[in-house]
């Protein structure tokens, strides 16, 4: 990711230089991140771009997720404020 947000017009075979790994290794992985609506590439093949996308909105859903739910199982005193550990 660091890599498309530095170099928005790098290209696959550079990704793959940089990262050593195969031309087909590179592809998966950009499909991954572009299924999960993490980059998209704006374009054409030889002169576009890469641009990543709210890079981290899964975590964040995840953790505000993960707050929610743990309050709900937090022991609480009389007043409603969540005993700490």
Request: include cysteine; charged fraction near 40%.
């Amino acid at each position: 990711m660091k890599y498309l947000q530095n170099k928005p017009e790098i290209t696959r075979k550079e990704l793959a230089e940089l990262l050593e790994l195969s031309q087909d290794g590179i592809e998966y992985h950009l499909d991954k991140l572009r299924n999960g609506k993490r980059i998209i590439h704006e374009g054409s093949t030889k002169k576009g771009r890469w641009k990543v996308l709210k890079k981290d909105l899964q975590c964040y859903k995840a953790t505000r997720y993960l707050k929610v739910k743990l309050k709900d199982f937090a022991p609480k005193y009389a007043d409603g404020e969540v005993m700490a550990d």
